[in-house]
């Protein structure tokens, strides 16, 4: 019977590994399938640590959340680099926004986030099994990108309390994921937060994932991502009237940034 269950199983491995050797698209999917697994199971298994060590929705899980997905990069042989880290040490509450790009950047995320941070993020993820039931316990702020009223209001209102709960807020302004290796424009909720909690903003780049991860060409490999924590940017004394210019500012350090880190040649940053 055992030896029947050993056959049965050594059968099915070998078939996915033939499959994934003939199709890209069979790898691809397998690949990604397993990140989720991956990221339903362990926020099955962190959940009720959670509970049980923080007892409700509390900054303090984000902890034990990137423990958990710190171990996930092992899993796909990606490698991180990072620089800059010391520019997250500054006193009190700040604004920090980064490029994303994929689903896979929960990896980069929990790689280098400084305690005391929490993420916006959009308001279905909440809807995601066991996920979301982790974001939720993580702190997520959740805002409905479909309600720019909706959005203001939530995001005003943690301008009020980010400074009294002494939390960093982290914002991925393109407001979606983008893996094309160059940025989108950015949304002004993030730099619209720093001037009205008078905090500092901290830019965080990840190289582009176009030479290992592109899901238009069915390609997810092993690769290395470089990333970057920038100096701080202040915005003591500045106003409502100040943020498109803050929003340009870091949106032009960030691109710069991004195709440096990316090793991309100079046609490419002025063809778009
Ligand atoms: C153990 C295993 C675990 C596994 C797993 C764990 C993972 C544990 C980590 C989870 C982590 C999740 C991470 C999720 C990541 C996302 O979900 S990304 C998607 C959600 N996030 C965002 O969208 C943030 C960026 N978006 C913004 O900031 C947008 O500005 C807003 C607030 C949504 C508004 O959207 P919009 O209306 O489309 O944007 P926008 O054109 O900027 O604004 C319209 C007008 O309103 C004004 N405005 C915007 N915001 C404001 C404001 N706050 N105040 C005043 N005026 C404002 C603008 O200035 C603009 O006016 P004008 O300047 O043109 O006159
Ligand atoms: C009972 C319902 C069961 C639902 C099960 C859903 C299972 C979900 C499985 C795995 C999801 C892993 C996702 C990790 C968190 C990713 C956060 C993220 O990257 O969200 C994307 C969001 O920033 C932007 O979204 P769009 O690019 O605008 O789209």
Not at 125 to 135: H, Q
Not at 154 to 161: Q, Y
Not at 223 to 250: F, H, M, N, Q, Y
Request: with cysteine.
């Amino acid at each position: 019977m055992e030896l029947g269950w050993l056959l049965w199983g050594a059968g099915v491995l070998l078939l996915l590994h033939v499959l994934m050797e003939l199709s890209p698209a069979v790898n691809f999917a397998l690949r990604i399938g397993f990140y989720c697994l991956l990221c339903v199971v362990g926020s099955a298994l962190a959940a009720p640590v959670c509970l049980l060590v923080n007892g409700g929705r509390t900054v303090k899980n984000m902890r034990i959340i990137k423990t958990v997905v710190k171990t996930f990069k092992y899993f796909f042989g990606v490698r991180f680099e990072v620089k800059g880290l010391e520019n997250f040490e500054i006193e009190g509450p700040a604004i920090i926004v980064s490029n994303h790009q994929s689903i896979l950047d929960m990896m980069g995320l929990m790689e280098v986030l400084p305690d005391d941070c929490v993420q916006v993020g959009k308001k279905e993820l909440m809807y995601a099994g066991t996920v979301g039931l982790i974001i939720y316990l993580g702190g997520v702020i959740f805002i409905n990108r479909k309600s720019t009223t909706s959005a203001k209001m939530v995001m005003a209102e943690v301008a009020k309390t980010m400074a009294a709960d002494k939390v960093k807020v982290w914002v991925y302004p393109e407001g979606t994921r983008n893996c094309t290796g160059d940025l989108l424009p950015f949304k002004k909720g993030a730099f619209h937060l720093a001037v009205q909690a008078q905090v500092p903003v901290i830019p965080v780049v990840y190289s582009s994932f176009t030479t290992f991860y592109n899901p238009k060409k069915n390609l997810f490999t092993s690769g290395k991502i470089k990333v970057e924590v920038l100096p701080a940017i202040e915005t003591k004394g500045l106003t409502s009237g100040d943020v498109s210019d803050l929003t340009d500012r870091c949106f032009r350090t960030m691109r710069e940034t991004l195709f440096r880190l990316s090793g991309c040649p100079s046609e490419a940053k002025d063809s778009s």
